[in-house]
Nanobody, 115 residues
Framework: QVQVMESGGGLVQPGGSLRLSCAASGIISAVNVMGWYRQAPGKERELVATITRIGGITYADSVKGRFTISTDITKKTVLLQMNSLKPEDTAVYYC?????????WGQGTQVTVSS
């Protein structure tokens, strides 16, 4: 059974930084993609950043230049460094792991950006 665990959320002031981490465990074969999505109250879940097994990276336009994704796919871990945070970044952030064609999600970690 695959488990996906996030950590690192919290409350931060505008302009501050947070780092989210995620680890996948269990019976895992090839991890093809790891990444982060987020869901704000009243909104649909949206992509934040993903990284593929061969290093291809995708960022949402709203986070480009502020967020950085990194991973050690062999260790099934992914990090999201978030800088220059804005109130509109407030959301529950979910770790995403794709093994072959199956998607697995973490429980989510709350990120609140507020003064």
């Amino acid at each position: 059974q695959v488990q996906v665990m996030e950590s690192g959320g919290g409350l931060v002031q505008p302009g501050g930084s947070l780092r989210l981490s995620c680890a996948a465990s269990g019976i895992i074969s090839a991890v093809n993609v790891m990444g982060w999505y987020r869901q704000a109250p009243g909104k649909e879940r949206e992509l934040v950043a993903t990284i593929t097994r061969i290093g291809g990276i995708t960022y949402a336009d709203s986070v480009k230049g502020r967020f950085t994704i990194s991973t050690d796919i062999t260790k099934k871990t992914v990090l999201l460094q978030m800088n220059s945070l804005k109130p509109e970044d407030t959301a529950v952030y979910y770790c995403y792991v794709q093994i072959w064609s199956t998607a697995y999600w973490g429980q989510g970690t709350q990120v609140t950006v507020s003064s």
